[in-house]
């Protein structure tokens, strides 16, 4: 090497150590000053999503770039990206209130993340910026460069203290500063940060990605596998299983996500590179054309939810995922069925839908595109047709997390005083407008509530045997969201008129004191049989279990018909393990 290769490499090695070192102290000096009079909340929300963006823009730019190009090129992603930011911040009565926002601050992250190979790709070269190959290499290139750097700081912090804790023992405590004072830690975080991020594109052609690309291929043929078994299963098995759960919609569209970012991995940048194997290569088309199935699937978890409960911001954005996701799923099964240049068509895909994420982005933080304007709307449509009860109305959201409209739309709901409901409306809004925590305020609510919604479904519950009765307190040591869906399925009634709900006393473990244990049975959403074991004691329940059929080995779901033979005395308790209760071919027993 070089004298002035030497003293280049230093002299870069050291513009990005104090690059560093100064973002770190910077933003320590922001974060200790975030409620200073100096700065109103929309100044400090834009200084410091500038010093953040520009920071992380730059230690990325630097290497591929010089320090002349990379310190202007990160003001062309930095400047746009405050101004969005500021801008979605007079959503909210206080501009620094949308730190507290998770979606806003992951979309304006997924903004950088994405538009940087962009940028760092246009300040090398203007001609090629949009070339797949070129992209390819930059995103992973950065990607690493940061990954590894982190590792090192790690590793760095690591030996500190062991360094710390070993001089302790002789009485030195040369550390103590950069152990003790957070911003000496930041400080010098920033500055090992930064001099890692050099050292690692020094070294890029030996910590290269294309050992992790090649690794990930190996996937393909067993995610493959996994999603052709989910997809064949789905007509044996029914959607109810699918979308049953909450997180349904979530494990869909994280599977999409693996699945398109496999395919995409195994053309690499161009198709010298890529997948060559026959197998493999293979799976990746097998892939590539089920993935319309699955983000379908995705697609219509997320409309089943917002059916049910309305739009919310989370639910906005997961729909955008998964429209994003749907549209990849076809494009892909597409190119790959026109067969011809498959690969190259699948790249140039990729590229079009990274700038359609990055337009996206900057709309969410535009009015073009409010996601909280849209839920508010959602809610208050839903809530005066009544589609949707006043506790599953996002009150709490609204004041809290949703902004300027969430708070106005509570004022809305405020004003429906012709509404039956109103008094406990009124008790709800009053709650979270005075209480510091979700939980508190739904506490509040429920005390109030619960009491009312109690003495209601005792009027509504059959017991057997009917001599059994409950006290109109039975429920009031439960959470009223159990309550209400008790209430709601005991609501729901029978072809015949009667309540869609029953309790069934029985002694369902060894040893149960009589008239201490009961299986309640009621009707759940989609008129199915659903059933809850309960524990009581004098007549007020205050332990609730989930309920087991060992024959179907599923949790308790049967035809409501069911309820009506217990209702006319068609049941039996009768031993298992302890007892269970036998009605209609259903054998129902606590579960453990």
């Known amino acids: 090497m070089s004298f002035r290769q030497a003293n280049q490499i230093a002299i870069h090695?050291?513009?990005l150590a104090i690059f560093g070192a100064g973002a770190g102290l910077a933003l320590w000096l922001l974060t200790d000053n975030w409620d200073s009079a100096h700065f109103s909340p929309a100044l400090y929300l834009a200084i410091f999503v500038f010093v953040l963006v520009y920071s992380l823009v730059v230690l990325a730019l630097v290497g591929p770039l010089g320090f002349a190009r990379a310190l202007p090129g990160g003001l062309l992603l930095a400047v746009p990206v405050t101004i969005l930011a500021s801008m979605a911040g007079l959503r909210f009565v206080t501009a620094t209130d949308l730190f507290d926002n998770g979606i806003m601050v992951t979309v304006i992250l997924m903004l950088v993340l994405i538009a940087t190979p962009f940028l760092s790709c246009?300040?090398?070269d203007r001609k090629s910026w949009l070339h797949y190959e070129v992209l390819f290499d930059t995103a992973?290139?950065?990607a690493v460069r940061y990954?590894?750097?982190?590792?090192?700081?790690g590793v760095f912090w690591l030996v500190l203290f062991l360094s710390d804790a070993l001089l302790k023992l002789v009485d030195v405590r040369l550390l103590q500063l950069f152990v003790n004072d957070t911003w000496a830690t930041v400080t010098l975080t920033g500055a090992v940060l930064g001099l890692a991020m050099?050292?690692?594109?020094?070294?890029?052609?030996?910590?290269?990605?294309?050992?992790?690309l090649r690794l990930l291929r190996l996937m393909v043929p067993p995610v493959l596998a996994v999603l052709a078994i989910f997809l064949a299963a789905i007509p044996l098995r029914g959607l109810t299983g699918v979308f049953g759960g909450l997180s349904s919609g979530a494990t869909l569209m994280a599977a999409a996500i693996v699945g398109i970012s496999l395919?995409?991995?195994?053309?690499d940048r161009d198709d010298a590179v890529a997948v060559k194997t026959r197998g493999i290569r293979l799976a990746t088309q097998g892939l590539a054309v089920l993935l319309p199935l699955l983000t379908a699937l995705a697609?219509?978890?997320?409309?089943?939810?917002?059916?049910?409960?309305g739009w919310t911001p989370e639910r906005v954005l997961a729909g955008l995922i998964a429209g994003f996701l749907l549209v990849y799923g076809v494009a892909y099964a597409a190119a790959v069925v026109m067969h011809t240049n498959w690969m190259a068509r699948i790249r140039r895909i990729n590229v079009v839908m990274a700038m359609a994420v990055i337009v996206v982005s900057a709309l969410w933080m535009t009015p073009f595109l409010n996601a909280y304007r849209i839920a508010a709307n959602s809610q208050l449509t839903l809530f005066e047709q009544g589609d949707i009860s006043v506790s599953q109305l996002a009150l709490w959201e609204m004041e809290h997390e949703w902004g300027r409209v969430g708070q106005a739309g509570i004022r809305s709901v405020e004003v429906m005083k012709n509404r039956p409901d109103h008094v406990e409306i009124a008790e709800k809004i009053n709650a979270v407008r005075t209480e510091t925590s979700r939980y508190r305020a739904n506490r509040v609510v429920e005390k109030t509530i619960i009491p009312k919604q109690s003495e209601t479904l005792v009027s509504l519950l059959p017991t057997r045997p009917e001599s059994f009765s409950l006290g109109t307190d039975a429920f009031v040591d439960l959470q009223l969201d159990r309550v209400n869906q008790w209430l709601d399925g005991c609501q729901r009634t029978l072809p015949d008129g009667r309540a869609g709900c029953v309790l069934i006393l029985g002694e369902f473990t060894p040893g149960a004191v009589p008239e201490s244990e009961a299986m309640l049975l009621y009707t759940g959403q989609n008129n199915q049989g659903q059933a809850h074991f309960v524990a009581l004691n004098e007549g007020k329940i205050f332990e609730v279990k989930q309920v087991f059929d060992p024959v179907s080995n599923?949790?308790?779901?049967?035809?409501?018909?069911?309820?009506?033979?217990?209702?006319?005395?068609?049941f039996k308790v009768q031993p298992r393990q302890g007892s269970a209760l036998h009605v209609g071919g259903q054998v129902l027993e606590p579960a453990n």
Not at 200 to 212: D, F, K, N, T
Not at 299 to 309: D, E, G, I, K, T
Not at 554 to 570: C, E, H, N, Q, Y
């Open 13 to 15: 090695r050291l513009f």
């Open 122 to 124: 246009w300040l090398t």
């Open 140 to 142: 992973w290139v950065i």
């Open 147 to 153: 990954i590894v750097a982190w590792v090192f700081v």
């Open 198 to 212: 050099a050292v690692v594109y020094e070294l890029r052609a030996m910590i290269s990605p294309y050992l992790i």
């Open 263 to 267: 395919v995409a991995t195994a053309l």
């Open 299 to 309: 697609v219509w978890s997320v409309v089943l939810r917002v059916q049910q409960y």
């Open 554 to 570: 599923t949790w308790a779901r049967f035809p409501t018909d069911a309820i009506a033979k217990v209702l006319d005395g068609g």
